[in-house]
């Protein structure tokens, strides 16, 4: 098998079609073997049946279908787990990665490239609060972390089998993906490309589910927040201190003193203030690192087409 091509699937049905003779259509002129792995992560909608029927009409069609929703970050990594292609392409399902450009990103990976990205130059279709928070998070992230991460970049990508077996032998639960491999290293380049409109149908990604992969990309690879909260941990004891000299100078040297209560609140609701978000920080990272002492399982598979591997 050469080429896999990985979509994560949430409420798609819409695409699916469009999506799967696009994709053939790309595909096909390159006359190699291949093929489409859908992860149906969770859809409430008809997508799985779409899917099962194409792979009825196609032996190239495979599927993943999970028991739940369990985030597209998760549903790539599965299908990474069961690809059997030497390179291995990641795609969204809503069509905003032009399936056209595989061609290209097929060349640079033969050039001998481990991971060609595919960057953002323009995006359509996305509000102004969705591209600047985007913008800033990835400028954020680049800052705070030792990893050199790609900016404006997401998960659309050809990676190498070195690459993918790579992935697979990192066993975190929170997946951040684009963080992982930028973390890996190996010769990387990358093509640019203007990011469609959602073809059809709406996000899946709620702001919750964005701040979340926010927070799993910046606590999986930047220590920074803990580190900020120590320092100003320091920071505001250190005035404090001040503060309590100043106190007992006025109390017992001058004994000119009145009882203060505007500075009594303001240094407890700053204190106060100040703890909390460092608890919070501390939080973040504890919450983590307890899914993973957990081990679960990353996911849990209800049907597949695609065969055991017998050992
Ligand atoms: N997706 C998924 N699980 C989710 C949310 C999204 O598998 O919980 C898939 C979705 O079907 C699409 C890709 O991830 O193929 C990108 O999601 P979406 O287009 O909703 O995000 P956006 O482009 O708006 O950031
Ligand atoms: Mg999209």
Do not use: C
Not at 10 to 30: D, F, G, M, S
Not at 115 to 122: E, I, M
Not at 236 to 258: E, H, K, N, P
């Amino acid at each position: 098998m050469e080429l896999s091509v990985v979509i994560p699937v949430y409420n798609e049905a819409a695409n699916v079609l469009v999506l799967y003779h696009r994709l053939q259509q790309a595909i096909q002129p390159l006359a190699i073997s291949y093929e489409l792995l859908f992860v149906n992560d969770g859809s409430a909608d008809s997508s799985l049946d779409l899917i099962k029927q194409l792979a009825q009409q196609n032996t190239q069609v495979r599927y993943l279908d999970f028991s739940r929703n369990f985030g597209q970050q998760i549903a790539i990594s599965a299908g990474l787990d069961k690809a059997k292609g030497n390179a291995v392409v990641i795609l969204d399902g809503d069509l905003q990665d032009p399936p056209e450009l595989i061609p290209a990103l097929y060349a640079q990976w033969q050039k001998g490239h481990e991971v060609v990205y595919a960057r953002r130059k323009t995006r359509a279709g996305e509000s102004l609060t969705k591209k600047t928070t985007a913008r800033l998070f990835y400028r954020l992230l680049t800052r705070i972390t030792h990893t050199s991460m790609p900016v404006d970049a997401g998960d659309f990508r050809i990676i190498s089998r070195k690459v993918v077996n790579t992935l697979k032998q990192m066993p975190e639960q929170q997946k951040f993906i684009r963080g992982q491999i930028a973390w890996l290293g190996f010769p990387q380049t990358f093509l640019e490309y203007d990011r469609l409109e959602r073809y059809q149908g709406q996000s899946g990604y709620s702001y919750t589910k964005m701040i979340r992969l926010a927070l799993d990309g910046i606590t999986s690879y930047s220590n920074l927040p803990l580190k900020m909260a120590t320092v100003s941990g320091f920071g505001v004891s250190g005035i404090a201190f001040l503060v309590m000299l100043y106190t007992l100078y006025s109390r017992f040297i001058t004994r000119d003193y009145v009882p203060g209560w505007s500075s009594l609140m303001v240094s407890i609701l700053f204190l106060g203030g100040v703890q909390l978000i460092a608890i919070g920080i501390i939080g973040e990272y504890m919450s983590r690192l307890s899914e993973n002492v957990r081990n679960r399982p990353l996911y849990i598979v209800n049907e597949t087409n695609i065969p055991e591997e017998v050992n």
